[in-house]
């Protein structure tokens, strides 16, 4: 039982070390690079932060230390270099390794996010602007469809794209409402 608690202790030693050892590695890189040192939410763990939100975590292990680029919210996967030893020159080279790669991938992941929002906003703005217009129609949770069914109208669904632009399909309509569809529509082009 002795043995265990020695153990134990030991560990939480050597933990205490190596946070203070990786405390130390991220307080030089951080002077270098200037991003600021966040504290860890636990484990072996300390992150980098730039001011437009990118993080890099260090995370020891074994003696190696990891770097690893996360990616922005919404996105997944991550970059990563884990070095042999956990020295500051090493994980500094590491980390000037991966920040080019893993800022354009962490850019790019922040582009498409603005993009899927704005292209949400458009199909939600399309959306409010068509269901009026179709008695009986009913907007679905993403707003990528207005659908009916409907006697006198026929039944449909129409799909809105992120760039506003739709596609119509309709069944059981009558001849005369068709007719009228398509005179709008080709008068419109006129």
Avoid: F, K
């Avoid at 770097?67 to 922005?72: C, D, P």
């Avoid at 996967?77 to 991938?105: K, N």
């Avoid at 949770?141 to 799909?159: M, N």
Wanted: glycine share 12%; net charge negative; hydrophobic share 45%.
């Amino acid at each position: 039982m002795n043995g265990d608690r020695a153990a134990v202790a030991l560990a939480r030693t050597r933990e205490v070390e190596l946070m203070d050892e990786l405390a130390q590695i991220a307080a030089n890189v951080s002077a270098q690079i200037g991003w600021e040192v966040q504290p860890s939410d636990g484990g072996p763990t300390v992150h980098l932060t730039d001011p437009d939100g990118r993080t890099l975590v260090l995370w020891a292990s074994e003696g190696r230390v990891t770097v690893i680029g996360r990616r922005a919210p919404g996105t997944v996967g991550s970059e990563h270099i884990t070095t042999a030893a956990a020295e500051a020159s090493r994980v500094l080279a590491a980390v000037r390794r991966i920040l080019p790669g893993y800022v354009a991938d962490y850019n790019a992941g922040v582009q498409g996010l603005a993009s899927r929002v704005t292209g949400m906003a458009t199909r939600l703005e399309t959306a409010d602007r068509l269901r009026p217009l179709v008695p009986g129609a009913a907007v679905t949770p993403d707003h990528l469809y207005v659908r009916w069914a409907d006697e006198g109208i026929g039944r449909g669904r129409i799909t809105i794209g992120d760039d506003g632009m739709v596609r119509l399909e309709v069944a059981g309509l009558p001849a005369e409402t068709c007719a009228a569809m398509l005179d709008a529509m080709i008068g419109a082009t006129r």
